[in-house]
């Protein structure tokens, strides 16, 4: 079992940044792949990035150039890098980790773009 908290969410103007953190504990060893998905109010949960083993990385096209994906295998920790933020973004942020055929979500954390 993996166990994943993320943080960082807030309020932020557009054209901000805001940084995410997910805090990875448990079997780490055999996470295979990570993301960031996020879900806003009446939507679907959609993919927003995600970090293989590796280092190779995927974007949904609405956050390509604007986001960054990265992880750090010595805390066991994912960030998501958030720049030039719009109201569109809002949504709350999940965290996922992917060993073999299950996957662990974490509790989201809300990200808020509005001026």
């Known amino acids: 079992q993996v166990q994943l908290v993320e943080s960082g969410g807030g309020l932020v103007q557009p054209g901000g940044s805001l940084g995410l953190s997910c805090a990875a504990s448990g079997s780490i060893s055999r996470i295979y792949a990570m993301g960031w998905y996020r879900q806003a109010p009446g939507n679907e949960r959609e993919l927003v990035a995600v970090i293989r083993n590796g280092g190779s990385t995927n974007y949904a096209d609405s956050v390509k150039g604007r986001f960054t994906i990265s992880r750090n295998n010595a805390n066991n920790t994912m960030y998501l890098q958030m720049n030039s933020l719009k109201p569109e973004d809002t949504a709350v942020y999940y965290c996922?980790?992917?060993?073999?055929?299950?996957?662990?979500w974490g509790q989201g954390t809300q990200v808020t773009v509005s001026s």
């Open positions: 996922k980790a992917i060993l073999g055929a299950k996957a662990y």
